[in-house]
């Protein structure tokens, strides 16, 4: 079958770091998506890795190691308002999107 | 701003009474995605149209039905919704090519309770 594992919740303080892991089996790869999902809003999307290595935006990097199955989300500079689920989704051999369940993330002050 | 739009963002209806969800799209891509989502949980991909043509997930209920008349709007109908049909359900499109992995942008969602 086809698994992706994330923490449930994770905890952090505002202006710190945090990192989200993710680990997956599929049958097949195509990239892998994280989403921030704020209670009671859509997902949106934050980035995209279809090759090893880490992909840089703003505050917000993305790490992917295809060998290992495992990516991870990092956070710098924590703000209240990244206080959200953080969902990781694999993009199979088919082209289907397969999700995660999300990683809820709070800040605290 | 080219976006997803979902009507509407809150539903109330009745043990057994059809209703309908409906999402429309100015970004002119040619997938379109339904997604249920519970609390604390994946989203769970019902069905999606590949421009026309209609896939259906292997374990959606019958219960669920979608239209997509023109490439910007899509329906859900739920025929007679349960208890347990009671979740936000998501819009989604993408602009797919046989090789291609484009994020899915989302609408704000309608969520959906059952009386």
């Known amino acids: 079958g086809q698994n992706i594992d994330q923490p449930t919740e994770m905890t952090a303080t505002e202006g710190a770091i945090v990192q989200i892991n993710c680990t997956y089996q599929?049958?097949?790869?195509?990239?892998l998506f994280w989403y921030q999902q704020h209670a009671g809003e859509a997902p949106t999307f934050l980035s995209y890795?279809?090759l090893d290595g880490l992909e840089e935006k703003g505050r917000f990097s993305s790490f992917l190691s295809r060998s290992k199955g495992y990516s991870y989300l990092l956070l710098k500079e924590l703000q209240m308002k990244d206080s959200a689920s953080y969902l990781c989704?694999?993009?199979?051999?088919?082209?289907?999107?397969?999700w995660g369940a999300g990683t809820k993330l709070i800040i605290k002050p | 701003d080219a976006m997803v739009i979902q009507n509407p963002r809150y539903q109330v209806t009745q043990f057994g009474k059809p209703v309908t969800l409906s999402c429309s799209q100015t970004?002119?891509?040619?997938?379109m995605y339904w997604y249920q989502q519970k609390s604390s949980q994946a989203p769970k991909l019902l069905f999606h149209?590949?421009?026309?043509?209609?896939?259906n997930e292997a374990d959606t209920p019958d219960n669920f039905q979608s239209r997509r008349p023109n490439t910007s709007f899509c329906f859900l109908d739920i025929r007679s919704p349960g208890l347990g049909d009671a979740a936000m359900y998501l819009c989604?499109?993408?602009?797919?090519?046989?090789?291609?992995?484009?994020?899915?942008?989302f609408g704000d969602g309608t969520r959906l309770s059952i009386l």
């Open positions: 599929t049958s097949g790869f195509n990239g």
């Open positions: 970004l002119n891509h040619n997938v």
């Open positions: 989704a694999v993009l199979d051999s088919n082209y289907q999107l397969i």
């Open positions: 149209y590949y421009d026309k043509d209609f896939n």
């Open positions: 890795n279809v």
């Open positions: 989604a499109t993408s602009r797919e090519g046989h090789s291609g992995a484009q994020p899915q942008h």
